[in-house]
């Protein structure tokens, strides 16, 4: 749409008006980022052989103008290496950065290396580490020869301790709404702090559901990086003699735009106060606005809004639509309003009884060479609930090729999610090209949630000898994109409660396309707590892959919601998640159960053995902590807990509480919980959570119970296999029960 003469002098004007002092200059800042945050895997890297290598990617976004870069790398290198022929080799995208030597003399190593600036490239660079290992010198030991795949031939890279230190300062740089994935870029080094701006008086259910669908937004687009949401209330000033009311408005933004950028939402009326006259004329219906709000473009304002709250609503669930051509320009009215979220956003999950091409997972062909190569990843999803019979395989059909001369034991092995499954051999002389090789890797293997499925070729050369010239020149191998994987028939049946399904796929509250519609409730409508709520919400949406749009953000527990998820203080929990809690069950007070740990596993008697009391087990198995939290408070600490709440259907409501005594310990905490390292150790079904010193205890209070199918294959069998005594009294009363009616009816034909 174009936009009149007004609507420009407008943007200019609000440009001036918001002016943050001390922005003018350019914004510098430091931070710093472990290598192990770059790699798929946990632990260090071995380089081996006498020519190791790997590659490491790191990135780099368009709105960091770098001034320095450095790189802290931490080593171990084998005693065995001799100097003068042991080299280390730093690469950057192809240059050489530097070499120093091995020194079996000084094993341990830390050096600190200036990347070059000319090397660097916006987007994802390549660190490349390459090693060059001997143990026989040239000179003294000619009569020795070498083994190339020696075990002491080995340089470790403590990837944790080792570092990449970025010092830079944001660049001048206008955005228009094309550059939405460069305001939330998923390669910014920095925490995503994101400010939602909304009138104070507005907060409402619209509000709500508002901020967590643009949460949800900013969470996919920067994809794994956790996202800092804060609301900043805004009021409307009165006007009083000598009193600018634009500086007014100007000095409310101001303490929020200097440190992050913005989103302002609301209704045309409602921000119409913090927009400029131009800005008023152009909001004819759903309408985003993005702006830079100082002299230097480093901060910016999107602006959503419509005339109505359903066009607001309209203009928010346009950021969800990732495939949306957004115009090169600071303005856009939404004409069309039909928006399918299920249309934009690609199946999560895989299907049983499909099969998928590996190009369809992201993964593309490869040709490798050499003996240690790293291996390449097929990455996909599987659902939280998926229960597949004990026998039931996933199906690879791999199509592949290597090269010829390589030795007999040659093998490419496959791991899923970092354990050993099978090694193909490759054991052909001549080499080969393999068409639909079929490999069966038992469904138990695999994981709710993301899994990772490894190839790892191992080639050796035929000919090995300490004093004869080895090359790697035919160890090659290709693998091909046409791959296909299957999975076999699954059912949906899974034991809850169970922190860990919430931190890997958001389950029992995200599930697949038929999910049943479910609640996130706050508790108040304080910023903490707003602010607590919707950095959950783009949590979730982030380890889902997809927006929530089965939940929605209220301040009532709805009778119609198959699921509860609750964001709050303690003193404002309603009356029917206390009543139906295990935690509270003692007279409202707070009572925790311990794990004991005793020496040696006490054998059940005979008894115990037919007629399993969980229940008992568990109460003798654990030590009861109860305390007052009317009197003593609960800390500052964040709790998260699940439980089911009676529902007088044939499953329990699913309910999951984060809360803490107070908003700002809710918000506090909540901001560092989603941090991939202590995201990732959610489980149990109680856990409480505290920042200052920083611990995660978990506890298991609740009794187990099961959602999804009943009457399944999977479900049956899961109760055989947990319950085997139970199943063999039941079969042998039936076979005793058989026994008596076939005797009866034969007794009464005699």
């Not at 280390?88 to 600190?112: G, I």
């Not at 106060?273 to 901060?299: C, K, M, N, W």
């Not at 004409?335 to 499909?354: C, G, K, N, T």
């Amino acid at each position: 749409k174009k936009f009149s003469f007004y609507s420009w002098s407008g943007v200019l004007f609000i440009c001036c008006c918001l002016l943050v002092p001390g922005m003018a200059q350019s914004e510098e800042f430091q931070t710093s980022r472990r290598l192990a945050e770059f790699v798929p895997h946990t632990g260090d890297i071995y380089l081996r052989t006498a020519n190791g290598n790997y590659d490491l990617y790191f990135p780099l976004p368009r709105r960091i103008d770098v001034d320095q870069l450095e790189l802290e790398l931490h080593f171990t290198n084998s005693i065995a290496l001799e100097k003068p022929r042991s080299v280390f080799q730093l690469k950057l995208n192809e240059h050489t950065v530097t070499q120093f030597y091995l020194d079996k003399h000084n094993p341990q190593n830390s050096v600190r290396i200036r990347l070059p600036k000319h090397a660097l490239k916006v987007g994802f660079n390549r660190i490349g580490f390459e090693v060059t290992q001997h143990y026989a010198r040239s000179q003294q030991d000619q009569h020795v020869c070498e083994d190339s795949t020696a075990p002491e031939l080995w340089t470790q890279i403590d990837m944790w301790r080792s570092q990449l230190h970025l010092q830079g300062a944001y660049r001048t740089l206008p955005l228009t709404l094309a550059d939405l994935d460069v305001l939330f870029d998923r390669r910014a080094w920095q925490d995503q702090q994101l400010v939602i701006m909304a009138l104070g008086t507005a907060v409402n259910e619209d509000l709500l559901q508002w901020g967590s669908m643009i949460s949800q937004a900013v969470g996919l687009r920067i994809d794994y990086r956790p996202v800092q949401v804060q609301f900043a209330p805004l009021f409307h000033s009165e006007a009083q003699p000598g009193v600018n009311l634009q500086e007014s408005y100007r000095k409310q933004l101001e303490p929020y735009l200097k440190n992050a950028d913005g989103i302002l939402i609301g209704t045309k009326e409602q921000i119409a106060p913090f927009l400029t006259h131009g800005q008023q004329v152009d909001i004819t219906g759903p309408y985003l606005g993005l702006f830079s709000v100082d002299e230097a473009s480093q901060r910016h304002m999107l602006v959503i809004s419509g005339q109505t709250e359903k066009e607001v609503t309209t203009a928010v669930r346009t950021l969800l639509n990732k495939n949306l051509p957004f115009p090169n320009g600071q303005q856009m009215i939404i004409a069309d309003s039909q928006i399918d979220m299920s249309e934009v956003w690609a199946e999560p999950y895989l299907v049983s009884e499909r099969q998928y091409k590996f190009s369809e997972l992201g993964f593309k062909t490869v040709s490798l060479r050499g003996t240690y190569v790293q291996a390449k990843l097929v990455n996909f999803r599987l659902p939280a609930d998926m229960r597949a019979l004990e026998s039931a395989d996933v199906k690879l059909f791999l199509n592949l090729a290597y090269g010829a001369s390589a030795r007999e034991d040659s093998v490419l092995n496959i791991y899923v999610n970092d354990v050993f499954e099978r090694a193909i051999p490759l054991n052909d002389v001549e080499g080969g090209a393999i068409r639909n090789y079929q490999v069966n890797i038992p469904a138990r293997s695999f994981q709710p949630g993301l899994n990772r499925i490894s190839l790892e070729p191992r080639l050796i050369p035929r000919i090995t000898n300490e004093c004869l010239l080895e090359h790697d020149e035919n160890l090659h191998i290709a693998i091909f994109d046409d791959s296909r994987i299957q999975i076999p028939e699954y059912s949906h049946y899974v034991e809850m409660p169970d922190l860990k399904l919430l931190a890997r796929t958001g389950f029992p509250h995200v599930r697949d396309k038929e999910t049943l519609s479910g609640t996130i409730q706050v508790t108040d409508l304080s910023a903490d707590t707003l602010g607590a709520a919707w950095t959950l919400a783009a949590k979730l949406a982030q380890v889902s892959k997809h927006p929530l749009s089965d939940l929605v953000m209220s301040t009532e527990l709805s009778s119609a919601s198959s699921h509860y998820l609750v964001v709050g203080t303690r003193d404002k929990l309603a009356a029917p998640l206390i009543e139906n809690n295990p935690l509270f069950a003692n007279n409202g007070q707070v009572t925790v159960s311990v794990p004991k740990q005793p020496i040696g596993t006490k054998q059940p008697g005979l008894f115990g053995l037919f007629f399993d009391n969980n229940e008992q087990q568990q109460s003798s198995a654990k030590q009861l902590v109860t305390y007052s939290a009317e009197k003593w408070g609960l800390g500052d600490a964040l709790f998260v807990q699940q439980f089911a709440k009676p529902s007088g259907l044939a499953e329990p409501t699913p309910v999951t509480l984060f809360f803490s005594e107070t908003a700002d310990s809710l918000y506090r905490n909540m901001i560092a919980l989603v941090e991939p390292e202590n995201w990732s150790q959610l489980q149990g079904d109680f856990i409480q959570f505290r920042l200052q010193p920083e611990s995660l205890i978990h506890f298991k209070i609740s009794q187990p119970y099961h959602l999804g199918e009943r009457l399944t294959p999977g479900a049956l069998e899961y109760f055989m296999s947990t319950y085997p005594v139970r199943w063999m009294v039941v079969i042998l009363l039936l076979i005793i029960g058989l026994a008596v009616v076939t005797g009866r009816l034969l007794f009464r034909n005699n």
